[in-house]
């Protein structure tokens, strides 16, 4: 089974230059995450995995995007042992004016 979460958008402190540490800015991240199903064994829910993403960004204001992306992949792994695979894509739409940037990454357990 995948859990698919698009375009989750939260409002954090992420970056290195002056002004991404002082002002909160839109960050979009999209999730897949593999595993097991079993109707009576095992569940993952989709909006316990928003709540984590969330606090965690908003949280520890990560200055590098790898930073975050890495410690997500931590967290959400550590929350759902169960997991087989982990997509990430953490997106900063607004740092640039003409592109969005950001990185992602595949890991399977």
Known sequence: MKIIIDSLQIEAIIGILDFERITPQSIVINVEATYDYT???????????????????????YELIEEALIGLKDILILEFPTLLSLYIKLIKPNILSNCTVGVSELWNF
């Open 39 to 61: 109707k009576t064994l095992i569940f993952i829910d989709y909006s316990q995995i928003t709540k984590i993403i969330t606090t965690n960004i908003q949280d520890s204001k």
